[in-house]
Nanobody, 123 residues
């Protein structure tokens, strides 16, 4: 059974930090591109950051220089972390963990989402 379980959301003041974690199990997630997306009220879901199986990272323009994504693996569970520094009120959103398995032609073979965790940044 595939599971992506997020943790670490909460309320923080502007300028503060939070660390989100996602535990992915039930498949060989070490070969997946893992990432974080977010969705604010009334807005479309957007990519925050992702990291390939080879640890190549990619960030949304609005978080570059403030957020850092990383991944590790232990006991058949893949973990992906998002360290968020210098948080701004506009970072307020539900953050979703995401796992994508790409094929040779970059087609999506499988995609999974976590249930989401709320991040609220007060001004």
């Amino acid at each position: 059974q595939v599971q992506l379980v997020e943790s670490g959301g909460g309320l923080v003041q502007a300028g503060g930090s939070l660390r989100l974690s996602c535990a992915a199990s039930g498949s060989i997630f070490s070969i997946y591109t893992m990432g974080w997306y977010r969705q604010a009220p009334g807005k479309q879901r957007e990519l925050v950051a992702d990291i390939t199986s080879g640890s190549i990272t990619n960030y949304g323009d609005s978080v570059k220089g403030r957020f850092t994504i990383s991944r590790d693996n232990a006991k058949n569970t893949e973990y992906v972390h998002l360290q968020m520094n210098s948080l701004k009120p506009e970072d307020t959103a539900v953050y979703y963990c995401n796992a994508i398995r790409f094929g040779i032609a970059r087609q999506i073979i499988a995609r999974y989402w976590g249930q989401g965790t709320q991040v609220t940044v007060s001004s």
